[in-house]
T-cell receptor, first 116, second 114 residues
Framework: DVKVTQSSRYLVKRTGEKVFLECVQDMDHENMFWYRQDPGLGLRLIYFSYDVKMKEKGDIPEGYSVSREKKERFSLILESASTNQTSMYLC???????????????FGPGTRLTVL | QKEVEQNSGPLSVPEGAIASLNCTYSDRGSQSFFWYRQYSGKSPELIMFIYSNGDKEDGRFTAQLNKASQYVSLLIRDSQPSDSATYLCAVNSYYGGSQGNLIFGKGTKLSVKP
C-alpha cells in the first residue's frame, strides 16, 4: 500500500513564526503536491514537484515555499505565518502520468494548522 | 481558468436508494477522471477512476463519462449511512506544460439517512 505521512496532525503556531510541514512517501513517486483545503473553497494547489530539487508554483503560492532535497520528502514552509494561513494542509504523491492515465494522487492524513 | 464544477449539496438520500453525483469540467483535453471520497476530518481517498466514454462499475459504485458533454457522474447503489461523506470529482490537466496535475471540484456532501 502507498503510504504518505505528514509530520503532524495538529499544529498551533503564532503569527510571524516560521512553520515547516513535512511530507514523506514510501512508494518512490516522482510527483508530490501540497494543497490547502478550506470550507467552501475546496482543495487549492500551493506547490508541486516532479523531481528532486524541482518545484513549480500552484494556484496560491504566496506566503509559502517548498523544498525537495530527497525524492521521498517534500516540505512546505510558511516563511512568516499569518492567521489567514489557518487551514487543513494536505500532501499528495503520484507516479508520472505519461499519456495522462493512472495519475491518481495518494493523500497523506493532513495537518490542521492554526495560526494565532 | 480550467474548472471542475459540482453541486455542493448537501444531497440527502434514504438508505437503500441510489445516490447520483454529478460533475462538469471545462478542459476538453482532459483524459482521466477520478472520484474521491472524503470523510469529515479525513483526507480524500480514491474510489474510482474512468478514462473511456461510458460506464465503469465497481461493486455498488458506477462512474459514467461523457466527453462530448464534458460530464462525469458517480452513482452509488443501495446507499448506506457509511457512504455519508463529501465526494470530490477530479480531472487531469496540464499545468504549466507539465502532466500529472489534477483539478478538483469543491465536492458534493452526501448524507444517507437510515
Amino acid at each position: 500500500d502507498v503510504k504518505v505521512t505528514q509530520s503532524s496532525r495538529y499544529l498551533v503556531k503564532r503569527t510571524g513564526e516560521k512553520v515547516f510541514l513535512e511530507c514523506v512517501q514510501d512508494m518512490d513517486h516522482e510527483n508530490m503536491f501540497w494543497y490547502r483545503q478550506d470550507p467552501g473553497l475546496g482543495l487549492r494547489l500551493i506547490y508541486f514537484s516532479y523531481d528532486v530539487k524541482m518545484k513549480e508554483k500552484g494556484d496560491i503560492p504566496e506566503g509559502y515555499s517548498v523544498s525537495r532535497e530527497k525524492k521521498e520528502r517534500f516540505s512546505l514552509i510558511l516563511e512568516s505565518a499569518s492567521t489567514n494561513q489557518t487551514s487543513m494542509y494536505l500532501c499528495a504523491s503520484s507516479v508520472p502520468s505519461g499519456g495522462f492515465l493512472y495519475n491518481e494522487q495518494f493523500f497523506g492524513p493532513g495537518t490542521r494548522l492554526t495560526v494565532l | 481558468q480550467k474548472e471542475v464544477e459540482q453541486n455542493s449539496g448537501p444531497l440527502s438520500v434514504p438508505e437503500g436508494a441510489i445516490a447520483s453525483l454529478n460533475c462538469t469540467y471545462s478542459d476538453r483535453g482532459s483524459q482521466s477522471f477520478f472520484w474521491y471520497r472524503q470523510y469529515s476530518g479525513k483526507s480524500p481517498e480514491l474510489i474510482m477512476f474512468i478514462y473511456s466514454n461510458g460506464d465503469k462499475e465497481d461493486g455498488r459504485f458506477t462512474a459514467q463519462l461523457n466527453k462530448a458533454s464534458q460530464y462525469v457522474s458517480l452513482l452509488i447503489r443501495d446507499s448506506q449511512p457509511s457512504d455519508s461523506a463529501t465526494y470530490l470529482c477530479a480531472v487531469n490537466s496540464y499545468y504549466g506544460g507539465s502532466q500529472g496535475n489534477l483539478i478538483f471540484g469543491k465536492g458534493t456532501k452526501l448524507s444517507v439517512k437510515p
